[in-house]
């Protein structure tokens, strides 16, 4: 061999490796575009699904603590007020009762209690009449830490009735019609309820960039998808759980050993203040805890990738996503993807695929695009479950794996070709 066919593969080898090594740029800023925008392919729902579920079986983490919260269930605590169209009254519509909200929330003053936060993700859009309105917004505004729910409507944000009082928009985006999957932390330049709720508990900042959004001078994820913590079965009677280990939610559930969090009706929250008379008692109950008020089985329940979730505790889980950072993107993440994404670009370069070769054998039948595709799916799949498993991070891959094979097929014709 000649000294300029030996400098020949040595250039190539280099040119090889350059180019592998500016496409993982490129495949890493997709990536992040991706990752920033409100949407995924409902195609790779059953990779999160059991990757999630796998995660929470095989490396518990450790619960968040149940003496942390109170959840308060205003499902049953109805009124009805006017329909109104077009200014006049068409029927009645249920609403939550703001009455019992009133008295809730007054009785929480009375007692001095001094609750850590306070989520009511209740929708105060529509009024019921002056005087309770005005004396419940009225006593919201004796809580500091405290966040009511906002909502996006067709024409922008509807603010609830309560105008001084702090809110955070609610608003998440679906797949499949109605598949909740991502939480956009930041809605038309409005803050969300959980980020909100972040930013308040740990006195940090959140920063618009031109590349990157910043919590607390850390670059983040704006629309994560949010790994649930707190399941709904969470806040039910341990003896009624059954761990059905033919789906996720039942790995999920044999991993978290039916960790109990403590729900009340809001009427049996009442009860409790008329009886007992010791401000101590009710303190004990409320102080220093994160209190969610919400619609735990009536009307405000979500469909998740996860099972069946009330709304409240979206945003709470939301929130321990963010406080757990899970959603930042740090220096060791963003080497992962570049080493990663080059590791693959390689193959291009590489005549003979394992994968492929294994399963033209094996079907007997050559199809190079199929199992190409096949190919870069696998080492995608396994580099989410890596990500997922070390940052709590989900990739995309479908998409990649196409662009990978497309550009694979056509590198392979002119380097080798075939």
């Not at 500016?22 to 925008?37: D, G, H, K, Q, R």
């Not at 409902?42 to 619960?63: C, N, P, V, W």
């Not at 709720?197 to 940090?204: D, F, I, N, T």
């Amino acid at each position: 061999m000649t000294n300029f066919s030996l400098f020949y593969q040595f250039f190539n080898k280099k040119r090889f490796i350059l180019f592998a090594f500016l496409n993982s740029l490129l495949m890493t800023a997709f990536t992040f575009i991706w990752l920033a925008s409100p949407f995924w392919s409902g195609d790779e729902i059953h990779l999160i699904q059991y990757t999630s579920a796998f995660k929470r079986l095989l490396f518990t983490k450790e619960m968040p603590s149940p003496d942390r919260f109170v959840f308060v269930d205003i499902a049953w605590e109805k009124d009805l007020i006017d329909k109104i169209d077009n200014d006049f009254p068409i029927g009645k519509q249920s609403i939550v009762n703001r009455q019992s909200l009133y008295e809730f929330f007054r009785e929480l003053d009375e007692n001095n209690v001094k609750p850590s936060f306070v989520i009511c993700d209740v929708s105060f859009v529509e009024a019921s009449d002056n005087t309770t309105d005005s004396l419940f917004c009225g006593v919201l505004k004796k809580f500091p830490n405290l966040l009511v729910a906002a909502e996006k409507g067709d024409n922008g944000i509807i603010l609830p009735i309560c105008k001084d009082v702090p809110y955070g928009i609610t608003h998440y985006e679906t797949i499949e019609e109605t598949k909740f999957i991502k939480f956009p932390l930041v809605v038309d330049s409005v803050l969300s309820l959980p980020l909100k709720m972040y930013m308040q508990l740990h006195k940090k900042s959140y920063e618009h960039g031109r590349f990157f959004n910043y919590l607390g001078g850390k670059p983040i994820i704006s629309n994560p998808i949010i790994d649930l913590r707190i399941r709904n079965y969470h806040l039910q009677k341990g003896e009624n759980l059954q761990a059905d280990s033919s789906n996720t939610i039942g790995l999920a559930k044999a991993a978290d050993d039916y960790v109990k969090y403590q729900k009340m009706y809001m009427s049996d929250a009442l009860v409790t203040f008329e009886s007992v008379v010791d401000a101590e008692e009710i303190q004990k109950l409320f102080n220093n805890k994160i209190i969610v008020i919400g619609d735990f089985e009536d009307r405000d329940i979500k469909e998740t990738i996860y099972g069946m979730t009330p709304g409240a505790l979206i945003l709470l889980n939301v929130f321990l996503s963010v406080e757990a950072g899970d959603n930042t993107i740090s220096i060791w993440f963003l080497l992962f993807l570049v080493i990663g994404y080059w590791l693959i670009s390689l193959k291009w370069f590489i005549k003979t695929d394992i994968v492929e070769s294994f399963l033209t054998r094996f079907f007997r039948t050559k199809s190079s695009f199929l199992f190409g595709l096949v190919s870069y799916l696998g080492l995608l799949i396994l580099m989410s479950v890596i990500s997922y498993y070390l940052f709590s991070i989900h990739l995309t891959i479908l998409l990649l794996a196409l662009y990978l094979n497309l550009a694979g097929n056509i590198i392979s014709r002119r380097v080798h070709g075939v």
